[in-house]
């Protein structure tokens, strides 16, 4: 037999067995990458010259090890329900979604853009579940993404709390310096719940409203004190997060942001004569699932990384 045809033969043999190995769409366009610019042959010749050349692929467990390098399940709140909460950690990814919340649009766009992983924030069978049926919004959604052999991870409060998480990222966008966790570990003081420090130089709360308005992008922001009043020291605790309230007061600082509030810890923060920022729940947490989109894809060349678009704050405003 000719170089050729043994070469065609050899490579047919490996695809074979590896078709076993990968996902479909994973092959096929390991197929496609081959047989591109006379690659066949090229390939087939490498192989039989060296017998340690390997193809490897990403894998769910690629991805979660390195989202667990920097926000460990260790750091999550112990009512919290993160980590892999659907899927196979064998499972291969060539395409990662994030999001903020897993809704049934936004598990319809991972479905129609090919996505292997979903990273969503909030996480998915946080209460209890006894069945996962058609019977409701979220069974229909969970059978869709396990049909679909999409795989969901949440990283949710080790996330908030991480060096470099949630509040962390607030704080740096909001000029916040000097920031250390209001809440701190007892074995490690630089991460734990929530963030406080201070302002390079103190403005009034109605510049502070502007900043903060701008740096998350958020339509409207709430707020409780005087608008004249000063801001120096900052505490910040992202999503629905008033519990800081009192941790902010002992800590000195005369303004507490977060994302949300009950009507009772705004009447709080007014008796302590403490500014009260609520930034919307959507709007405090949304920029930074958007900026793991970028780590994620410096860590991961080979995938396709993206943030949900259709996802949208469920809450608007009406102005007469």
Request: hydrophobic content about 35%; aromatic content about 8%; charged content about 25%.
């Given at each position: 037999m000719t170089h050729a045809v043994v070469v065609s033969i050899t490579v047919l043999l490996l695809i074979v067995v590896q078709s076993a190995m990968y996902n479909a769409i994973g092959f096929i366009c390991s197929i496609v990458a081959v047989f591109c610019d006379g690659g066949l042959l090229r390939l087939a010749d490498a192989l039989l010259l060296n017998d340690n050349v390997r193809i490897v692929m990403l894998t769910v467990s690629d991805v979660i090890a390195f989202l667990e390098s920097f926000a460990p399940p260790a750091l999550a709140e112990e009512w919290d329900n993160v980590g892999l909460l659907l899927g196979r950690k064998d499972s291969t990814v060539s395409s990662i979604m994030t999001c903020l919340t897993l809704t049934p649009d936004v598990a319809a766009e991972a479905v129609e853009s090919g996505v292997d992983l979903?990273?969503?924030?909030?996480p998915v069978l946080f209460r209890g579940t006894k069945?996962?049926?058609?019977?409701s919004n979220e069974g229909r959604m969970l059978l869709q993404l396990l049909e679909n052999r999409i795989a969901v991870y949440s990283p949710h409060t080790s996330f908030d709390s991480a060096a470099g998480g949630v509040n962390r990222?607030?704080?740096?966008?909001?000029?916040?310096?000097?920031?250390r966790p209001m809440l701190p570990l007892e074995n490690d003081e630089t991460v734990g719940g929530g963030r406080y420090g201070n302002l390079k130089n103190s403005v009034t709360l109605r510049e502070f409203l502007a900043t903060v308005s701008v740096a998350v992008n958020a339509d409207y922001v709430e707020y409780c004190g005087d608008l004249d009043s000063v801001v120096a020291n900052v505490g910040v605790a992202c999503g629905a997060a008033?519990?800081?309230?009192?941790?902010?007061?002992?800590?000195?600082?005369?303004?507490?942001?977060?994302?949300?509030?009950?009507f009772h810890a705004a009447l709080e923060a007014r008796g302590q004569r403490l500014n009260m920022i609520l930034l919307g729940h959507y709007s405090s947490e949304r920029p930074a699932i958007e900026s793991l989109v970028a780590s994620l894809s410096l860590t991961f060349s080979e995938a396709t990384v993206f943030a949900s678009v259709r996802e949208a704050d469920p809450l608007a405003v009406f102005r007469i």
């Open positions: 979903i990273v969503s924030h909030h069945k996962i049926t058609d019977s990222q607030l704080c740096d966008r909001f000029g916040i310096q000097n920031v008033s519990d800081f309230l009192k941790d902010a007061v002992r800590l000195n600082c005369d303004t507490f942001v977060t994302g949300e509030a009950r």
